[in-house]
């Protein structure tokens, strides 16, 4: 059995990737029902998005009153995003939460 077999048996799901200008792979999704590229970082600790677009979105966010950091920066105030629907192509991943820092830094 091929490693796609054997995952997709176990249900997990095929979403496309693309590669952007600088060669990272992204894959087309929504966020609370908006059309957003998600940046597919597999070094990231944690699922991040932009403190401008949740707040676009009024998305219902919480301050978890520590500092976090990545992408060239770190002490940057971390917000836990409540109820937010984040989709993959027609998948919904899992991560134990969803996050929002400010990104205007790599943006």
Same mark, same amino acid.
């Given at each position: ?8 048996? #176990? !249900?997990?799901?095929?979403?496309? @990737?693309? +590669?952007?200008?600088? !060669?990272?792979?992204?894959? #087309?999704?929504? =966020?609370?029902? +908006? ?7 597999? !070094? ?6 932009? @403190?401008?677009?949740?707040?676009? $979105?009024? $998305?219902?966010?919480?301050? $978890?009153? +520590?500092?976090? !950091?990545?992408?060239?920066?770190? /002490?940057?105030?971390?917000?836990? =995003? /409540?109820?937010?629907? @984040?989709? &993959?192509?027609? %998948?919904?991943? /899992?991560? =134990? %939460? &969803? ?9």
């Amino acid at each position: 059995m091929s490693l796609p077999a054997f995952l997709e048996a #176990k !249900g997990y799901r095929r979403i496309p @990737l693309d +590669r952007n200008g600088v !060669g990272h792979f992204e894959a #087309k999704g929504t =966020l609370a029902g +908006r059309a957003v590229r998600v940046l597919i970082d597999t !070094g990231a600790a944690s699922t991040v998005v932009s @403190l401008s677009l949740a707040q676009e $979105l009024g $998305l219902q966010m919480t301050s $978890l009153g +520590r500092r976090g !950091g990545g992408a060239g920066a770190a /002490r940057l105030e971390v917000f836990q =995003l /409540r109820d937010a629907a @984040l989709l &993959l192509d027609s %998948a919904m991943p /899992r991560p =134990l %939460a &969803l996050y929002a820092m400010d990104l205007s830094h790599v943006n």
